[in-house]
């Protein structure tokens, strides 16, 4: 939908680290996606402190296609992926903002499945379910699967929501409303925080969709581990029970 004839934009969040291997591919594939109803595209894309050759892989990218809507930002140091996020979004300017995780495990040809509900005029915030819908999904780990799920029943638990996949990578939010909550976790609690959270606020409309998952194992590069699980069910307590 357009308003005055100005397109909407849709800023997607690119937190990396050490993902060289990767990058320029996801980088390809977010470039040359199709949003609809004509919306823009506003790649931002954060380094923490990659120690690979992922800045290099940047630079080489924005050489490479200097018309490529892309931003780059850099952190000193290491500071993990929320915090990464949160400079993403400090620094957004289109309508919505999903975050895009570097590696290849999400598809962002699926953007217009999120967007769907939302420029239907339903919905303020889309999850992007791995656990629903008819999508490929790579089989991996038993116990990782266990875990989400649990973290998962947690979250809906202390929000009222009745989500099937609140660790997803893809949330599609109101870039209004996700700049408006004050976000603190800098590592993998932003997904149970941010929940938390957006939950809160008056007659917020939620949905979820099904979504392809293209996991890779942690010799492929994963980086979640069991103690940002336990991270995850503190944050549960502190921003769900508590409502920090």
């Keep these: 939908m357009e308003e005055n004839n100005i397109p909407k934009k849709l800023s997607i969040i690119i937190p990396a680290f ?17 949003l609809p109803e004509k919306m823009v595209k506003e790649m931002i894309v954060v380094n923490d402190a ?22 780059y930002f850099k952190h000193p140091k290491n500071s993990g992926k929320g915090a990464a996020i949160h400079t993403g979004i400090s620094n957004a300017t289109g309508d919505y903002i999903i ?6 495990e999400y598809d962002p040809r699926e953007f217009a499945i999120l967007l769907k509900p ?35 029943f947690l979250s809906n638990m202390f929000s009222n929501l009745n989500l099937t996949d609140m660790e997803t990578c893809y949330k599609l939010f109101d870039a209004r409303m996700l700049k408006s909550l004050t976000l603190k ?6 997904e149970p925080e941010v929940t938390q959270k957006i939950a809160r606020i008056k007659r917020i409309r939620i949905y979820e969709v099904g979504i392809s998952y293209y996991g890779r ?13 336990f991270r995850a069910i503190w944050c549960m307590l502190k921003y769900g029970m508590l409502k920090r």
């Design 118 to 152: 939302v420029l239907d005029g339903f919905a303020d915030v889309v999850y992007g379910s791995r656990f629903m819908g008819g999508k490929p999904h790579r089989i991996l780990f038993f116990w990782h699967t266990i875990g989400n799920r649990f973290l998962t």
């Design 99 to 104: 975050v895009q995780d570097a590696d290849l």
């Design 185 to 190: 976790e800098k590592r993998f609690g932003f």
């Design 50 to 71: 990659s120690s690979d050759d992922t800045e290099q892989q940047i630079i080489n990218y924005q050489k490479q296609f200097p018309d490529c809507p892309l931003l």
């Design 18 to 34: 050490n993902e060289g291997r990767t990058i320029s591919l996801l980088l390809d594939k977010v470039r040359v996606v199709e």
């Design 217 to 229: 194992t942690y010799e492929e590069g994963k980086k979640i581990n069991w103690k940002d699980g």
